[in-house]
């Protein structure tokens, strides 16, 4: 794999134009197919620059293997359709429920904080399962959410179909898989019903027990000011 990590403000202001005039071009709000781009915290990591990739790569592509085209959060920023999970944010202001996924240059302040993301970013991989020390001790400790988010569960298996497929090949099953069987409309990890036909999800996507959702509406909140607190500080600190 081609990886190679650039820090360059010129570099991102260009790759944001080209973005933006690809969008319009073709209507969509999906990142631009003119290479990779996956964007960092501070940087940009092109990974792979090849033309003729599915654009979707970088839209629901993660670093731990979530698959970020279903995450609900997402699909409740760019459709207004909120489930069992953004339901639990409901003290987060309703203008920074919207993410265009972890490795988009708009990703919602409650994962900007992600150790995850940021370890990767760092060194420049694409997943962390390429880190010869895969899965180290920092990733055995997030994939314990498990326990109050479900969707996590499909983590390593997502990793693994990436290592041995390839990322196009897992990109488009993830497409299919979050998709309505019916109409083709797009859902999140927790949607009940399909939003275009009505269609029920019943064993296609999670559920979030009572437990679940109660734990879930004091930590996800408590996340987001922590993340967001700890993104303001720089810029606190210069002033």
């Known amino acids: 794999m081609l990886s190679n990590f650039v820090s360059c403000p010129q570099l991102q202001r260009f790759a944001q134009g080209l973005a933006q005039r690809d969008c319009r071009r ?11 781009l996956y964007w960092g915290p501070c940087s940009i ?13 970088h839209y629901g592509d993660s670093y731990s293997g979530i ?56 060194r420049g991989v694409a997943h962390c399962s390429e880190r010869v020390d895969f899965p ?38 993830q497409q299919s898989r979050w998709s309505c069987p019916d109409c083709g409309i797009r859902h999140a990890w927790y949607t009940r019903a399909c939003r275009g036909c009505g269609r029920s999800l019943a064993g296609r996507t999670y559920t979030l027990n009572v437990a679940r959702r109660t734990i879930c509406s004091v930590l996800f909140p408590w996340l987001y000011k922590k993340a967001k607190l700890k993104h303001e500080q720089p810029s606190n600190g210069s002033a």
Not at 26 to 36: D, L, N, Y
Not at 91 to 111: D, F, I, T
Request: aromatic fraction near 6%; include cysteine.
């Open 136 to 173: 180290c001790n920092e990733f055995a400790q997030w994939e314990k959410a498990v326990r109050l988010v479900p969707h996590i569960r499909e983590v390593r298996s997502n990793l693994q179909v990436i290592h041995e497929a390839g990322v196009e090949s897992w990109v488009s099953a």
């Open 26 to 36: 073709q209507r969509r709000t999906s990142p631009p197919s003119i290479g990779k």
């Open 45 to 57: 990591v092109l990974v792979e620059a090849i033309a003729g990739y599915s654009p979707m790569t």
């Open 67 to 122: 698959w970020c085209g279903a995450c609900s959060i997402l699909v409740h920023g760019e459709a207004g359709q909120a489930d069992a999970f953004v339901a639990c944010c409901r003290n987060v202001p309703r203008a920074e429920l919207r993410c265009s996924g972890c490795k988009s240059n708009e990703v919602y302040a409650g994962c900007r904080g992600c150790t995850l993301r940021d370890c990767a970013g760092a």
